[in-house]
């Protein structure tokens, strides 16, 4: 009886870590959707990209390819106009997928562009993301993003 039940809490304990190590992927690919978002499009920080992309990142914008050069250009003169306008993003997440060391991830995004406390703009989007798994963790690797109509 001991044994069974020694086997028993072994068992729980092998299926408690799995289920948190899925967990745990599915928390970080949603950080790195919140975080680059924080860092690339709010803060304009361009070492970001290297941060969390990959060096063969693509971002298929409204129609548009944006590759990483197109990218650095991008928050580069951003980053240059000198405005008290503030982008906050919040995120919907929809759904994610991990097969190994690959990861989907479907969410509606949306930005809020204040001033102070004004909100001056907000624009939404459907976008989904492509990451894998580096050595330096995941990173993206593709984002498709769709502006929505309201």
């Not at 069974?4 to 729980?12: H, P, Y």
């Not at 907000?122 to 990173?139: F, R, V």
């Amino acid at each position: 009886m001991k044994r069974i039940l020694q086997i028993l809490i072994m068992f729980l304990a092998v299926t408690t870590i799995g289920q948190n190590s899925e967990k745990t992927n599915e928390d970080q690919i949603k950080d790195l959707i919140e975080n680059s978002f924080q860092k690339i499009f709010s803060d304009m920080d361009t070492q970001a990209l290297e941060t969390y992309c990959t060096p063969d990142f693509l971002l298929l914008e409204t129609g548009e390819v944006w590759d990483m050069e197109k990218m650095r250009n991008y928050i580069k003169k951003a980053s240059e106009q000198n405005t008290q306008v503030k982008r906050i993003n919040s995120f919907d997440f929809i759904e994610i997928k991990i097969e190994g060391k690959m990861a989907w991830i479907a969410y509606r995004n949306k930005a809020e562009f204040k001033s102070g406390d004004r909100i001056v703009r907000e624009i939404n989007w459907l976008e989904s993301a492509s990451a894998i798994l580096t050595e330096e963790g995941w990173k993206l690797q593709l984002l498709h993003s769709t502006i929505v109509k309201e």
